[in-house]
């Protein structure tokens, strides 16, 4: 059993950086695959990007790379997701998502793990 604890959303201006955080109990947490999924409103959960149990791929959707920045330390069963440049259609609640020895690319139905949630809200 795997739980994800996320923190680190708010409000913050277009053009600004967020840094979500995600820590994970359990003692195989190096042996998942992670990555965050956001939600908007009245939209689907949606793959943002994704990293190897190893940290050695990482991947993300067309629109967020290079500006999103996952990484992870097995030492501390954390995963980071770093945003920066952010714009209103970012707006969304972010999920820390875990798949045990899954693809870079996490497909959201075969997720074992997800976190509860945090809001992250970029104004124009």
């Known amino acids: 059993q795997v739980q994800l604890v996320e923190s680190g959303g708010g409000l913050v201006q277009a053009g600004g950086s967020l840094r979500l955080s995600c820590v994970a109990s359990g003692r195989t947490f190096s042996s998942y695959t992670m990555g965050w999924f956001r939600q908007a409103p009245g939209k689907e959960r949606e793959f943002v990007a994704g990293?190897?149990?190893?940290?050695?791929?990482?991947y993300y959707r067309d629109s967020v790379q290079g500006r999103f920045t996952i990484s992870r330390d097995n030492a501390k069963n954390t995963v980071t997701l770093q945003m920066n440049s952010l714009k209103p259609e970012d707006t969304a609640v972010y999920f820390c998502?875990?798949?045990?020895?899954?693809?870079?690319?996490?497909?959201?139905?075969?997720?074992?793990?997800w976190g509860q949630g945090t809001q992250v809200t970029v104004s124009s």
């Open positions: 998502a875990a798949d045990y020895r899954g693809s870079v690319y996490l497909t959201l139905s075969l997720v074992d793990y």
């Open positions: 990293i190897t149990w190893t940290g050695r791929n990482t």
